[in-house]
Antibody, heavy 119, light 110 residues
Framework: EVQLVQSGAEVKKPGDSLKISCKGS????????IGWVRQMPGKGLEWMGI????????RYSPSFQGQVTISADKSISTAYMQWSSLKASDTAIYYC????????????WGQGTLVTVSS | QSALTQPASVSGSPGQSITISCTGT?????????VSWYQQHPGKAPKLMIS???NRPSGVSNRFSGSKSGNTASLTISGLQAEDEADYYC??????????FGTGTKVTVL
């Protein structure tokens, strides 16, 4: 069974750094794109970027380029989203997702990680 | 890149059919067959309902169907049921080799 399990909720202060994770299991982690999606409170979904763990090719959506860092450690089947200096506006739920095996839909999703940034 | 445009809300009575539109540009929806649709219930992760414009993943009800014409994609829900009440988002691959979501549509079953 394919599963994406994300790290737990975080409460941080503005200026803090943070790295959240998404662990894949039940499939060959290196062979599928992983994407990250932001959902701010009461708002819609936003693509942040995608990574191919096989060679770590990473693509960022323009709004998020330079704001976050996406990475992956294929030895432990885990993808990461990282901030160097959080802002209050980074408060959101962050989802990871995996692309399908025979189509371009994102058919497996993590449970989401709530990040709260508040002084 | 701007979010794809969806109506904020669509409603229908049980048993009726509704259609949600998703309008982009030739750099996203119009340029690729990689449009997908997601259903999201409150407090839950999104669920893939349609991929590659019209492909229905295993386990998704055949009441859901997708299509595309030019720069506009559409999701049709036939035989509307109470459980279909949720937010729906379209998504498209883009010429920047990334993806973009639509603005989201709240479906209400009257």
């Amino acid at each position: 069974e394919v599963q994406l399990v994300q790290s737990g909720a975080e409460v941080k202060k503005p200026g803090d750094s943070l790295k959240i994770s998404c662990k894949g299991s039940g499939y060959s982690f290196t062979n599928y794109w992983i994407g990250w999606v932001r959902q701010m409170p009461g708002k819609g979904l936003e693509w942040m970027g995608i990574i191919y763990p096989g060679d770590s090719e990473t693509r960022y959506s323009p709004s998020f380029q330079g704001q976050v860092t996406i990475s992956a450690d294929k030895s432990i089947s885990t993808a990461y989203m990282q901030w160097s200096s959080l802002k209050a506006s980074d408060t959101a739920i962050y989802y990871c997702a995996r692309q399908g095996s025979s189509d371009w839909g994102w058919n497996y999703w993590g449970q989401g990680t709530l990040v709260t940034v508040s002084s | 890149q701007s979010a794809l445009t969806q109506p904020a809300s669509v409603s229908g009575s049980p048993g009726q059919s509704i259609t949600i539109s998703c309008t982009g540009t030739s750099s996203d929806v119009g340029g690729y067959k990689y449009v997908s649709w997601y259903q999201q219930h409150p407090g839950k992760a999104p669920k893939l309902m349609i991929s590659d414009v019209s492909n229905r993943p295993s386990g998704v009800s055949n009441r859901f169907s997708g299509s595309k014409s030019g720069n506009t994609a559409s999701l049709t829900i036939s035989g509307l049921q109470a459980e279909d009440e949720a937010d729906y988002y379209c998504s498209s691959y883009t010429s920047s080799s990334t993806y973009v979501f639509g603005t989201g549509t709240k479906v209400t079953v009257l």
